[in-house]
């Protein structure tokens, strides 16, 4: 049975939640992840991280990604993978207690190599979960590194993406096709990468169905706000917004308080 799940309060500069319903399911993540997609939705905003989740009982996909700072002689640089790790949660129960682990990181240049392969171990109530209670996949793309990936397009693309009945709702989304590997995650692959055209016929798709009402409510919106949006460059937006997020926390201090005084 598939119920909505609920976002634990949300601290910034990626410091766990404190308080967790005792009857709830929990996900966490380990130092240096955060969760970016929750069930079909971002659960990581501009200005801050998630590490940890309440589940419902029931279907869960969580997607994280691998960034943190780390020594590399007197210095410390920021290492993050630039695929993230979807992990699929077939029958999550009351009071489970999922996270992972990972091989330990002494430095710098360990995490980057680290980063390109990724190789995690998933827990259930501290013992290691079975293959029908949890598995990963590592969403690569064909194109490498990119500011703006799609993640929630790419994994609709390859139809491996699971979406809640709340988050589905909320989106309106009434796709509900389930391939083999949607409905058992033992059956899915353990790498899988995302070509161009699956991401660009997927868009089609959504461009087509939503017809001329995107450009009716851009206009709606323009005329609202008295002025166009044409002098906004959405890519480099965009762009901006991914290399924020991508920042360690002292480094998100210091760009917010340059901005606060420019």
């Known amino acids: 049975m598939k119920k909505h799940f609920i976002l634990s309060a949300i601290l910034a500069a990626g410091t766990l939640t404190a308080a967790v319903g005792t009857e709830a399911a929990t996900f966490k993540t380990p130092k240096n992840y955060n969760v970016i997609i929750a069930d079909g939705a971002k659960t990581s905003g501009f200005f801050t991280d998630t590490r940890e989740l309440e589940l419902s009982e029931g279907r869960h996909q969580i997607v994280v990604m691998f960034?943190?700072?780390?020594?590399?002689?007197?210095?410390?640089?920021?290492?993050?993978?630039?695929?993230?790790?979807?992990?699929?949660?077939?029958?999550?129960?009351?009071?489970?207690?999922?996270?992972?682990?990972?091989?330990?990181?002494?430095?710098?240049?360990?995490?980057?190599?680290?980063?390109d392969r990724q190789v995690i171990t998933i827990t259930r109530n501290g013992a290691r979960a079975t293959e029908d209670e949890a598995s990963y996949i590592i969403l690569k793309s064909d194109k490498g590194f990119q500011l703006?990936?799609?993640?929630?397009?790419?994994?609709?693309?390859?139809?491996?993406?699971?979406?809640?009945?709340?988050?589905?709702?909320?989106?309106?989304?009434?796709?509900?096709?389930?391939?083999?590997?949607?409905?058992?995650?033992?059956?899915?692959?353990?790498?899988?990468?995302?070509?161009?055209?699956?991401?660009?016929?997927?868009?089609?798709?959504?461009?087509?169905?939503?017809?001329?009402?995107?450009?009716?409510?851009?206009?709606?919106?323009?005329?609202?706000?008295?002025?166009?949006?044409?002098?906004v460059n959405t890519q480099m937006l965009e762009g901006l917004k991914s290399i924020y997020s991508s920042a360690d926390p002292d480094t998100r201090k210091a760009f917010r308080e340059w901005i606060k005084n420019n």
């Open 67 to 115: 960034k943190g700072s780390f020594k590399k002689g007197h210095d410390k640089l920021i290492a993050s993978a630039v695929n993230p790790v979807v992990i699929n949660l077939p029958d999550v129960k009351k009071d489970d207690a999922f996270t992972f682990t990972y091989p330990r990181i002494s430095g710098y240049d360990e995490a980057v190599d680290y980063a």
């Open 148 to 231: 703006d990936r799609d993640f929630i397009g790419e994994l609709k693309s390859l139809d491996l993406l699971y979406v809640s009945e709340e988050n589905r709702e909320q989106k309106k989304d009434t796709v509900q096709e389930l391939t083999k590997c949607r409905d058992s995650f033992t059956d899915c692959p353990t790498e899988v990468v995302v070509s161009s055209e699956n991401v660009v016929a997927v868009s089609e798709k959504t461009a087509s169905a939503a017809g001329n009402a995107g450009a009716s409510a851009a206009k709606a919106a323009e005329v609202t706000s008295g002025k166009s949006s044409a002098n």
